[in-house]
């Protein structure tokens, strides 16, 4: 069965250091791949997606995400964290128009 | 504000009781889709409408819960006979239908989500 993992509930960074937020997928075909932010008591926001064509995607908020078909992975990543990028962030893929959601990963920023 | 609006933003009921949630998508979005989300969880699909038809259903959707579309606008997602598990977030979404030629899913875009206590 499809599934999306996401490595680490809850990480915990100082504000200014890389940011990686890890994302696998189980399927046979490779899916289109999403990141979604979700702050506080507000609705989900597209970071970024992967569909066809490269492989580095950039975001909003100077996130981007690498697909890489060998590893089954798209990792999400932000070279200097910044106190407001605090939030859930989860990923998820498309198989057959749906989308299959990982449990999210809290990120923590630490001054 | 043209993004996707749900109402009410809360909700706290007794169980037993009925509840509705609205959802207003994104007027040219054709696709409509509800999810809940429980904490700590990722959102777990539950139906989605293309227009007024609902496409598919998760075995989430139990025979208590029901959902229309009935002019392919706004949705209603109605809980009966609500439980203690049903305490959620229920987020809607909209999209444009994915494209047919390219395959190329088009961007969810979700509302603020309506959290439901039931007591």
């Known amino acids: 069965a499809q599934s999306v993992t996401q490595l680490g509930s809850h990480v915990s960074v100082s504000e200014g250091a890389l940011v990686l937020l890890r994302c696998n997928y189980s399927s046979s075909v490779p899916p289109y791949l999403f990141w979604y932010v979700q702050y506080p008591n507000q609705g989900l926001q597209l970071l970024l997606k992967?569909?066809?064509?490269a492989t580095l995607v950039k975001g909003i908020n100077g996130f981007e995400a690498e697909f890489k078909k060998s590893e089954t992975s798209f990792h999400l990543t932000k070279p200097s964290a910044h106190m407001s990028d605090a939030a859930e962030y989860f990923c998820a893929a498309s198989f057959n128009y749906q989308l299959i959601w990982g449990a999210g990963t809290k990120l923590i920023i630490k001054p | 504000d043209t993004g996707v609006s749900q109402n009410p933003r809360h909700k706290i009921t007794k169980r037993g009781q009925n509840v509705t949630f609205r959802c207003d998508p994104i007027?040219?979005?054709?696709?409509l889709y509800w999810y809940r989300q429980t904490l700590g969880q990722g959102p777990e699909f539950l139906t989605y409408?293309?227009?007024?038809?609902?496409?598919?259903k998760s075995r989430l959707l139990s025979d208590r819960f029901s959902a229309e579309r009935p002019k392919g606008s706004f949705s209603t997602l109605e809980i009966q006979r609500t439980e203690q598990g049903d305490s959620a977030m229920y987020l809607c979404?909209?999209?444009?239908?994915?494209?047919?030629?390219?395959?190329?899913?088009?961007?969810?875009?979700f509302g603020p989500g309506t959290r439901l206590t039931v007591l």
């Open positions: 007027s040219e979005h054709n696709r």
């Open positions: 992967y569909t066809t064509g």
């Open positions: 409408f293309q227009n007024e038809a609902q496409l598919e």
């Open positions: 979404a909209s999209s444009l239908r994915p494209s047919l030629t390219s395959g190329v899913i088009n961007e969810q875009f």
